[in-house]
């Protein structure tokens, strides 16, 4: 539903460290009208211009602070609102040329009131996604996570 509102149209660009370009940013938005604490961020794919990124080359920084994935899991006092843009960085030497570039972006967070594993079968009522028919899974996110919100932004430097 607020998925369209994922990807972030301003200040996709590129960065740079000592004047020399180490990657790019763009903002994004939680799609989860409640946020949620980044510890129950489980996953996140991230694709531009048909390259995947790996999650070991970024960071999301949230309310300030700047977490590695890693990190993320073990975060259980910071929380991403609904509505605040987050900042992901990808490191990738030499970052995007000027232009027009397609961001994709998926999102797999785990809610609070619905169980992430089951073994015992005791919630299997409970949808955790939809697969590209539309057919309901449940427990782990699916791989490879869909890629929920689709942009084509230019980015100027």
Not at 88 to 112: Q, W
Request: aromatic share 12%; net charge positive; with cysteine.
């Amino acid at each position: 539903m607020y998925e369209k509102y994922m990807i972030c149209t301003q200040d996709f660009c590129n960065v740079a460290q000592h004047e020399q370009v180490t990657g790019f940013q763009v903002k994004i938005r939680i799609n989860y009208y409640r946020g949620c604490y980044l510890s129950m961020i489980d996953t996140l794919r991230l694709v531009v211009d048909g390259q995947e990124f790996p999650a070991s080359a970024m960071t999301l920084s949230v309310s300030g602070r700047t977490y590695t994935f890693d990190q993320l899991g073990k975060e259980t006092k910071a929380r991403w609102f609904f509505g605040d843009p987050a900042t992901l960085t990808v490191a990738k030497a030499g970052g995007l040329k000027p232009g027009l570039h397609t961001v994709e972006l998926g999102l797999f967070i785990r809610n609070s009131y619905i169980p992430r594993l089951d073994p015992e079968k005791l919630y299997d009522f409970f949808p955790i996604h939809l697969g590209p028919n539309g057919e309901t899974h449940y427990g782990e996110p699916p791989s490879p996570l869909p890629l929920a919100a689709k942009k084509k932004m230019t980015l100027v430097q």
